[in-house]
């Protein structure tokens, strides 16, 4: 009788403790979405390993609680590795130089310019992002189709345009016979370019991107007045097109590491993002419909969460801090361990304030040239303070064949313009 006594009060015990604190946590399935309706009961249980409240950041979660954000959990997926990326790396990476003052870094030719970061290194944060700046597995020359799509979280859907985004790496080639363009001078040309409604068509820029500390040569271009003017060397902040996105805010970061004052790796975590990222994400039979971008939530309030997959990836926590005069105070960007690709931002006004969230979605696939590269599916910039976001569909496309660096000038952007 004494050991049946002994076994009942432990199982009293343990009834008790699972009332206190919850229930047991299990491993939940894939396709299980993570919402604000179920958020507490799952955030103990697990996926792939992680436990769920792991897996969230603090404005993620937030999102799920406040602003209709629906994951579906998706087991992660190994991103392929371009093996010329690798030789490249091998190659060129011992000859790559920091320079700690400046943060500039010289000799880069091509590959990962610093495959090896200790924690204890104290400009770690920089090094990694000049891993991406360099070498974002994008492809030698990137193709891109998107829409911007203006959305207010309160009425949904008020504007949508068509642009075309063209960037010519001059270095890291990895499909040529030479890594490098030129004397090594310019880092990357880049159109960006309105293609609809009517009244927009024809705006674009031309941006040269100088291998060195200064800033971006940019010109801008108006199709009604015919004429390019160049802009100011801090174009890279400014919105693009009247949205809610900046020119630092592309790809999530588009800025030279060294312009920033200082990146400082706060930790590693394991995140859930969208790294498979749909290739049906839009539909052109059903234009001027909701259902023309199956991967933005146009349906219901907010209207700009995204409809995919989310799947876990290790990242680095980095906090990041502009320049003063640029818009944001601070960002903290979750910059994947594997590929250095930030998949988001949480960037804060000069009150110190949370402002925006910058997000990024996208896939492994091989470019025209046959090499692996990571494809932007999306990308989105939300103005929680003016409840309004700018969320983009990308139809990606990497090293199309023919396309020379001579297609990257000023008069060529005016004949697209056309």
């Given at each position: ?115 090896d970061i200790q ?177 933005v939530d146009l ?118 313009a056309k």
């Open positions: 009788m004494n050991k049946f006594h002994k076994v009942a009060r432990q199982l009293v015990s343990l009834s008790l403790l699972v009332a206190a604190t919850g229930a047991i946590a299990a491993e939940v399935p894939a396709g299980t979405v993570v919402d604000k309706s179920n958020i507490d009961a799952v955030k103990n249980d697990t996926f792939d390993g992680h436990t769920i409240a792991s897996l969230l950041t603090d404005k993620v979660e937030w999102q799920i609680r406040n602003w209709n954000l629906k994951l579906t959990l998706d087991h992660a997926k190994p991103i392929p590795v371009e093996p010329r990326l690798v030789e490249a790396t091998k190659a060129y990476s011992n000859q790559v130089k920091f320079d700690s003052k400046t943060k500039e870094v010289t000799g880069y030719v091509a590959g990962v310019p610093f495959p924690a204890s290194d104290p400009d770690a944060g920089f090094k990694i992002m000049w891993n991406f700046y360099y070498a974002p597995r994008e492809g030698d020359v990137v193709y891109n189709d998107s829409f911007i799509l203006g959305v207010n979280g309160s009425s949904g859907l008020e504007t949508k345009q068509a642009w075309i985004y063209q960037r010519y790496y001059f270095k890291n080639r990895l499909l040529d016979k030479q890594p490098v363009v030129g004397d090594g001078s310019v880092a990357a040309k880049t159109f960006l370019l309105a293609q609809y409604p009517e009244d927009i068509k024809g705006i674009g820029t031309f941006t040269v991107r100088s291998d060195s500390a200064k800033f971006e040569d940019t010109w801008a271009y108006l199709k009604s007045a015919r004429r390019a003017r160049r802009l100011s060397g801090g174009a890279w902040m400014d919105p693009i097109g009247g949205s809610d996105i900046l020119g630092d805010d592309n790809n999530v970061f588009n800025a030279r590491p060294s312009w920033y004052k200082n990146f400082k790796v706060v930790g590693k975590r394991w995140i859930l993002a969208v790294s498979d990222g749909r290739k049906d994400n839009r539909v052109a039979s059903k234009s001027g419909t909701v259902d023309e971008f199956p991967t349906k219901n309030a907010p209207y700009w969460n995204p409809v995919e997959k989310w799947q876990p990836r290790e990242v680095y926590v980095i906090e990041a801090t502009p320049p003063d005069e640029h818009p944001y105070s601070k960002r903290v960007m979750y910059v994947d361990v594997d590929t250095f690709r930030p998949w988001y931002s949480e960037n804060y006004d000069k009150k110190g304030e949370f402002w925006k969230f910058t997000m990024s979605q996208m896939r492994s696939g091989v470019s025209d040239g046959g090499q692996k590269v990571l494809i932007y599916t999306g990308f989105g910039v939300i103005d929680f303070k003016a409840r309004h976001a700018s969320i983009v569909p990308i139809m990606g496309r990497s090293d199309p064949v023919g396309i020379t660096e001579d297609h990257w000038s000023l008069s060529n952007l005016e004949q697209l």
